[in-house]
Antibody, heavy 123, light 110 residues
Framework: QVQLQESGPGLVKPSQTLSLTCTVSGGSISSGSYYWSWIRQPAGKGLEWIGRIYTSGSTNYNPSLKSRVTISVDTSKNQFSLKLSSVTAADTAVYYC???????????????WGQGTLVTVSS | QSALTQPASVSGSPGQSITISCTGTSSDVGGYNYVSWYQHHPGKAPKLMIYDVSNRPSGVSNRFSGSKSGNTASLTISGLQAEDEADYYCSSYTSSSTQVFGGGTKLTVL
């Protein structure tokens, strides 16, 4: 059973960089046709896709966040990470990491999720 | 990219059927059969209910079904049960190789 767990600071100051890590257990992050994604949900609002990374290192980002987002992967630690720079109060949200199953000509969606971690941006 | 459009709320009585719509454009919902639906109980991780417009993952009740017509996808829940009360989100692949979610629909079981 694949499990994902987010970790990182729960409080970030405005203008600083938010950094989160997702640790994958129950399977290798390098095996299979999977992408590894970050999704967030501000309080009282809907889900927002942030971006994804493939184990080759290729990435896709939400155009509205692209200038501030970096997603990276460390296959040796079975982890992938999110960095969001120049944060403001609008970036306060529950952040989820998720596995996205898909490949050339097929797609399943986000089939495994972490429990989510609340990140608050405040001084 | 703009969020897909879902009704803010729907409701139904136990045993009834409800349908949640998800409207996008030809660059996302209308252009690909890569629409998925998620059930989200507050405080928990979202759960994949439907993928590729109408396919159910193993373990998901057959009371959940999906369809698509043009730029609008739909999720139907039949035989409503109290445990179905949750937020539901659609998601679609886009022509920019990104993903986009709907705004979410709160389902209330009366």
């Amino acid at each position: 059973q694949v499990q994902l767990q987010e970790s990182g600071p729960g409080l970030v100051k405005p203008s600083q960089t938010l950094s989160l890590t997702c640790t994958v257990s129950g399977g290798s992050i390098s095996s299979g046709s999977y992408y590894w994604s970050w999704i967030r949900q501000p309080a009282g609002k809907g889900l927002e896709w942030i971006g994804r990374i493939y184990t080759s290192g290729s990435t896709n980002y939400n155009p509205s966040l692209k200038s501030r987002v970096t997603i990276s992967v460390d296959t040796s630690k079975n982890q992938f990470s999110l960095k969001l720079s120049s944060v403001t109060a609008a970036d306060t949200a529950v952040y989820y990491c998720a596995r996205e199953a898909g490949g050339s000509g097929w797609y399943v969606g986000f089939d495994y999720w972490g429990q989510g971690t609340l990140v608050t941006v405040s001084s | 990219q703009s969020a897909l459009t879902q009704p803010a709320s729907v409701s139904g009585s136990p045993g009834q059927s409800i349908t949640i719509s998800c409207t996008g454009t030809s660059s996302d919902v209308g252009g690909y059969n890569y629409v998925s639906w998620y059930q989200h109980h507050p405080g928990k991780a979202p759960k994949l209910m439907i993928y590729d417009v109408s396919n159910r993952p193993s373990g998901v009740s057959n009371r959940f079904s999906g369809s698509k017509s043009g730029n609008t996808a739909s999720l139907t829940i039949s035989g409503l049960q109290a445990e179905d009360e949750a937020d539901y989100y659609c998601s679609s692949y886009t022509s920019s190789s990104t993903q986009v979610f709907g705004g979410g629909t709160k389902l209330t079981v009366l």
